[in-house]
């Protein structure tokens, strides 16, 4: 219906013009400046498509999420054998459960937002740098989100808390204490591989702690690697998020992912 006005006006004012010919009817009246400005505005509406209603209750996942631990059950997880998840469940928590191994997804995903809440021990007896409170978040099992104990803790700024392991150091330490809880908000992109295998664009991530943006959409180098340099050495799909077990007994609450 507008393009029929537009076109009609556009008409009108070019026949006028033909048949005045005078220097009044030259680029002034063109059909832009003939529109009421509301109808020129409307020219930059776009109607569709209409994003779908997402109800955000205040303590609980937003309406189209997809809840990997609500504190009631290991069902969404699976050992790093294929067997049971065998991490211990305590009021609605999970805790790693030491030298047992991590536990993945049984779900894939490819791009997400993550909520996930993680709390450091507070036992920490004779451990320093990376041995206090050491798990992480691998997204697609492969690119490790660093959770330690960074509150005064000194370690390699790369390995903190809030880093892309061994790749991105993080813009803040926004950790608290051991023994409270956090929260990380992960926004992640996917690396894409092409019909022969090859990288056509790396992972990106953004990440907040507690609120705190830590890494603003950084690129993702490849697979982490505790040594050498991070390479994208094997093109793969959709696949689990991953929670380490690195010998300490972090806690787990509150986990859930929407597809994006
Ligand atoms: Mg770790």
């Known amino acids: 219906m507008q393009n029929v006005t537009h076109f009609s006006l556009k008409t009108l004012l070019l026949v006028s013009c033909g048949s005045l010919m005078t220097m009044a009817c030259s680029a002034e009246t063109s059909d832009e400046e003939a529109l009421e400005p509301w109808q020129q505005a409307q020219k930059t509406e776009v109607w569709e498509p ?27 997880w699976e050992a790093d054998d294929g067997g049971p998840a065998h991490w211990k469940l305590e009021e609605d928590a ?4 030491r030298r047992e191994g991590g536990i993945r997804t049984k779900r894939d995903f490819c791009d997400i937002q993550l909520h996930i809440e993680w709390r450091s021990p507070t036992d920490i007896e004779g451990m320093d740098g990376q041995d206090r409170g050491n798990s992480g978040i691998f997204l697609q099992e492969r690119y490790e989100i660093q959770v330690l104990d960074s509150h005064e803790n000194e370690t390699y700024p790369n390995g903190q808390a809030g880093s892309v392991y061994k790749q991105h150091i993080p813009l803040v330490n926004a950790t608290r204490p051991r023994g409270e809880w956090q929260t990380y908000d992960i926004i992640y992109t996917a690396p894409r591989f ?3 295998d090859e990288l056509e664009s790396p992972a990106y991530v953004t990440v907040l702690h507690n609120g705190v943006v830590v890494q603003n959409h950084v690129e993702i180098q490849g697979k982490t690697e505790w040594i050498g340099a991070p390479s994208y050495d094997e093109a793969h799909g959709c696949d689990s998020l991953y929670l380490q077990d690195h010998d300490a007994a972090v806690s787990f609450r509150n986990i859930w992912v929407r597809e994006l």
């Open 194 to 196: 092409d019909d022969e």
């Open 50 to 76: 209409v994003p779908p209603v997402v109800e955000t209750p205040k303590d609980a996942p937003p309406s189209d999420a997809i809840v990997l631990f609500d504190g009631s059950d290991l069902e969404e």
């Open 94 to 97: 999970m805790t790693v459960a």
